[in-house]
Structures are given as structure tokens and as C-alpha cells.
């Protein structure tokens, strides 16, 4: 279909991306290095599932986020 113009809701999410996407990235490091102690593991099983499994999810927030700026950017 033709390309239509970004409205004015998508320029603001595009404008929120970028902090959306730093917060998104700081906490998934928060995660890794939380995962990286070394009693991390010592942990009851469902913690440590519960922690990876969050970080999964803000692993595909994170890459969701990305292809939804370049699908805002090519828009503009």
C-alpha cells in the first residue's frame, strides 16, 4: 500500500523511543549482572527461571522496540 505520514500519536512514540529503549536496556543489564554473581545459582529453581525468563521477555521487548522505530523512521 502507499506510505502514509506519521500522525502526531506515532512522532510522540517515535520521540519516547529512544528513553523507552535505554530503560528497557538498563534493566536487562541490571538482570545479566545480577546473573552473573556467583551465588545467583544458589537460589531456589523457580527464581532463577523467573529472572531468566525476564530477561527473555525484555530481550524481545527490546528488539520489538527496535524494529518498531525503523518502521516509525522510514514513515517520517
Known sequence: ???RKMGFKETREL???PDRIAE????QEALQ???SEADF???PKEQISAVAAELDQ???DIQAAYDRWETLE???
Open 1 to 3: 500500500g502507499q506510505r
Open 15 to 17: 520521540a519516547a523511543l
Open 24 to 27: 528497557l536496556e538498563a534493566q
Open 33 to 35: 549482572a545480577r546473573m
Open 41 to 43: 545459582y544458589q537460589q
Open 58 to 60: 525484555l530481550t524481545l
Open 74 to 76: 522510514s514513515r517520517q
